[in-house]
């Protein structure tokens, strides 16, 4: 059964929403189980129904809002995950919400490439004690089904929680609910997996901050809106 949905004008307000509140749903439940942990960077798994979720928490000393703004920049992921091997623009739907068509690279033995087509939304607290919000799942656009030049991929929720603990120092969770298609990888290399996310989210922060003064207009050069 396809995890993505079809994204169209007429549903926009919905899926975005849906999209942030699917996400602030996962993130709390009370039985997520600590699974490893390396360099003070754990890793949480939670089975529910036919899923299996994961996160990846940990403290990084940054502010809260570069985090959050590095971290919903999809046009940089590429220069620090090695998952994500291009990233294309392919509609603005408003500030804080976008479409992006991803390209990761081969898996394994598997000759293609795989793709995704999410939608990113993003949102900043509402109140004292909420967290930054960059949630994304898998959409359907006419523009862009599936080829024969790559394996199509899902996200149902995934996207990351950021908090801000103190001076400088910034809580980070990473949330994924599992498909089928990665519950046989996640069960049998936990441990692996754990020092795969503390690589990945260690080349990360070391990168550049974006700055927070005189951000240009979002028709220009904000980051989160570029195509890679």
Same mark, same amino acid.
């Given at each position: 059964?396809?995890?993505?949905?079809?994204?169209?004008?007429s549903?926009?307000?919905?899926?975005?929403?849906?999209?942030?509140?699917?996400?602030?749903?996962?993130?709390?439940?009370?039985?997520?189980?600590?699974?490893?942990?390396?360099?003070?960077?754990?890793?949480?798994?939670?089975?529910?129904?036919?899923?299996?979720?994961?996160?990846?928490?940990?403290?990084?000393?940054?502010?809260?809002?570069?985090?959050?703004?590095?971290?919903?920049?999809?046009?940089?992921?590429?220069?620090?995950?090695?998952?994500?091997?291009?990233?294309?623009?392919?509609?603005?739907?408003?500030?804080?919400?976008?479409?992006?068509?991803?390209i990761s690279?081969?898996?394994?033995?598997?000759?293609?490439?795989?793709?995704f087509?999410?939608?990113?939304?993003?949102?900043? @607290?509402?109140?004292?004690?909420?967290?930054?919000?960059? =949630?994304?799942? *898998?959409? /359907?656009? %006419?523009?862009?089904?599936?080829t024969?030049?790559?394996?199509?991929?899902?996200?149902?929720?995934?996207?990351?929680?950021?908090?801000?603990?103190?001076?400088?120092?910034?809580?980070?969770?990473?949330?994924?609910?599992?498909?089928?298609?990665?519950?046989?990888?996640?069960?049998?290399?936990?441990?692996?997996?754990?020092?795969?996310?503390?690589?990945?989210?260690?080349?990360?922060? @070391?990168?550049?901050?974006?700055?927070?003064?005189?951000? =240009?207009?979002? *028709?220009? /050069?904000? %980051?989160?809106?570029?195509?890679?």
């Amino acid at each position: 059964m396809p995890l993505s949905v079809p994204w169209e004008p007429s549903n926009q307000v919905y899926l975005s929403y849906n999209n942030i509140s699917s996400l602030k749903m996962l993130a709390a439940k009370d039985n997520w189980a600590l699974s490893s942990e390396i360099n003070q960077v754990g890793l949480y798994t939670l089975e529910d129904d036919k899923y299996l979720s994961f996160h990846m928490e940990m403290l990084v000393n940054v502010d809260a809002a570069h985090a959050f703004l590095l971290l919903s920049d999809l046009r940089r992921r590429p220069e620090w995950d090695k998952h994500y091997r291009k990233v294309e623009l392919v509609q603005q739907v408003d500030e804080d919400d976008a479409i992006y068509h991803v390209i990761s690279p081969t898996l394994g033995n598997d000759p293609k490439p795989q793709d995704f087509v999410i939608l990113a939304s993003r949102r900043k @607290p509402c109140d004292h004690g909420d967290p930054y919000v960059i =949630a994304l799942r *898998s959409v /359907t656009l %006419p523009t862009h089904l599936e080829t024969p030049e790559y394996r199509r991929g899902e996200t149902l929720c995934s996207g990351f929680c950021i908090w801000r603990e103190g001076d400088q120092m910034t809580k980070v969770s990473y949330y994924n609910q599992a498909t089928s298609c990665f519950l046989n990888y996640v069960t049998t290399n936990v441990a692996g997996l754990s020092l795969e996310f503390y690589n990945t989210f260690k080349a990360c922060f @070391p990168l550049p901050m974006p700055t927070l003064q005189n951000p =240009a207009p979002p *028709s220009q /050069t904000t %980051p989160y809106l570029q195509a890679a």
